[in-house]
T-cell receptor, first 113, second 114 residues
Framework: KQEVTQIPAALSVPEGENLVLNCSFT??????LQWFRQDPGKGLTSLLL?????REQTSGRLNASLDKSSGRSTLYIAASQPGDSATYLC????????????FGSGTRLSIRP | DTEVTQTPKHLVMGMTNKKSLKCEQH?????MYWYKQKAKKPPELMFV???????INESVPSRFSPECPNSSLLNLHLHALQPEDSALYLC?????????????FGDGTRLSIL
């Protein structure tokens, strides 16, 4: 059974810092990995999707990497801003059930002005 | 504003009531999903519809009944719910089920069972 873990559960950093969020998964036979952002009381916003054949994806100040063999992904946020404060969720889907997403518990990020 | 619209935003109901949650998208997506999210927990998949047919039911109790009347609309009918069913119910859509495209989420319906 696939398990997705995110460490740390919470992170607080001053504005302007570069930071890395971590995600690990137990079964390397994934179809894709996604990073989402969730603001309090809101739905999820997809940030980046990495297909199993890819190693990384970039969007603006965000860069996500994927190492399937080690069961790890990282989300790098450059030059953090207070508006980046949110919960970041990592999610994987498997080839056997590609439409089913399994989420990690998330990292609650707070950027201090 | 999200491209997936969920109504109502909040719902309070008694355990004997019948109510429905509604989800609508006009992006031409052919896969739609229902998730349940408890406070400070990640979303958990409940149902997946692909081309208006139910493709995944994650062993959800029968007091939750999904319906997909057309490719743009997804309903979740509720009946005889329990207090532990109080949660945020999220709807999502994607171009196709399992096609390496991201899911787009609505802002959810916050459900409270008295």
């Amino acid at each position: 059974k696939q398990e997705v873990t995110q460490i740390p559960a919470a992170l607080s950093v001053p504005e302007g810092e570069n930071l890395v969020l971590n995600c690990s998964f137990t079964d390397s036979a994934i179809y894709n990995l996604q990073w989402f952002r969730q603001d309090p009381g809101k739905g999820l916003t997809s940030l980046l999707l990495i297909q199993s054949s890819q190693r990384e994806q970039t969007s603006g100040r965000l860069n996500a990497s994927l190492d399937k063999s080690s069961g790890r992904s990282t989300l790098y946020i450059a030059a953090s801003q207070p508006g980046d404060s949110a919960t970041y969720l990592c999610a994987v889907s498997a080839y056997s059930s590609a439409s089913k997403i399994i989420f990690g518990s998330g990292t609650r990020l707070s950027i201090r002005p | 504003d999200t491209e997936v619209t969920q109504t109502p935003k909040h719902l309070v109901m008694g355990m004997t009531n019948k109510k429905s949650l509604k989800c609508e998208q006009h992006m031409g997506h052919r896969a739609m999903y229902w998730y349940k999210q408890k406070a400070k927990k990640p979303p958990e998949l409940m149902f997946v519809y692909s081309y208006e047919k139910l493709s995944i039911n994650e062993s959800v109790p029968s007091r939750f009944s999904p319906e997909c009347p057309n490719s743009s609309l997804l309903n979740l009918h509720l009946h005889a719910l329990q207090p532990e069913d109080s949660a945020l119910y999220l709807c999502a859509s994607s171009q196709g089920a399992g096609d390496n495209q991201p899911q787009h989420f609505g802002d959810g319906t916050r459900l409270s069972i008295l």
